[in-house]
T-cell receptor, first 114, second 114 residues
């Protein structure tokens, strides 16, 4: 499959554990954030998004937390499964500023051991 | 419903040549965006096409161009290839402009420039 990145930060967890993946974003004006999952050989897949007027949003087994004070975003995956093994990265946009152009983080490689 | 398809999946070109990559969006999707993914720079936005018009453009040189056809299929072209253009090129489609609608990514075209 395709290698999406070399020397990415890696998080190794055991199946069933909860995983927390972090992302520091750069633009304090960013008001929309997305988490993506990219499996080997595939394109990124949307997981969950959050707008800057919220600090927490929950999906199925995933929770995104936003701390605007320190420009930090985290993705929490509950009861991690081997199928969750992938590269995860965040994206930010400054929509109120009129720019669609997204900026992507480098990503974190999540390895789930059965 | 078929996903986003990209052709070719792998391509090897020589420095100085040009290349054309193709993307077929999900049926009914009218917007196609292109991204470049490299280990060093991560995922970077190239441009977005909607209704055959370029709507957004990232910070790439003029050697990178694209177009969209009336059936929403899109091509991107890179002229005068450089070694640094080696990357995974991803295309994503959405119902409307990506600022409003969720994007669905294709598997990418791996371009190697020698």
């Amino acid at each position: 499959g395709e290698s999406v990145g070399l020397h990415l930060p890696t998080l190794s967890v055991q199946e069933g554990d909860n995983s927390i993946i972090n992302c520091a974003y750069s633009n304090s004006a960013s008001d929309y954030f997305i988490w993506y999952k990219q499996e080997s050989g595939k394109g990124p897949q949307f997981i969950i998004d959050i707008r800057s007027n919220m600090d927490k949003r929950q999906g199925q087994r995933v929770t995104v937390l936003l701390n605007k004070t320190v420009k930090h975003l985290s993705l929490q995956i509950a009861a991690t499964q081997p199928g969750d093994s992938a590269v995860y990265f965040c994206a930010e946009r400054d929509e109120a500023g009129g720019s669609y152009i997204p900026t992507f983080g480098r990503g974190t490689s999540l390895i789930v051991h059965p | 419903k078929a996903g986003v398809t990209q052709t070719p999946r792998y391509l090897i070109k020589t420095r100085g040549q040009q290349v054309t990559l193709s993307c077929s969006p999900i049926s009914g999707h009218r917007s196609v965006s292109w991204y470049q993914q490299t280990p060093g720079q991560g995922l970077q936005f190239l441009f977005e096409y909607f209704s055959e018009t370029q709507r957004n453009k990232g910070n790439f040189p003029g050697r990178f161009s694209g177009r969209q056809f009336s059936n929403s299929r899109s091509e991107m072209n890179v002229s005068t290839l450089e070694l640094g253009d080696s990357a995974l090129y991803l295309c994503a489609s959405s119902l409307g402009l990506a600022v409003t609608y969720e994007q669905y990514f294709g598997p990418g075209t791996r371009l190697t420039v020698t």
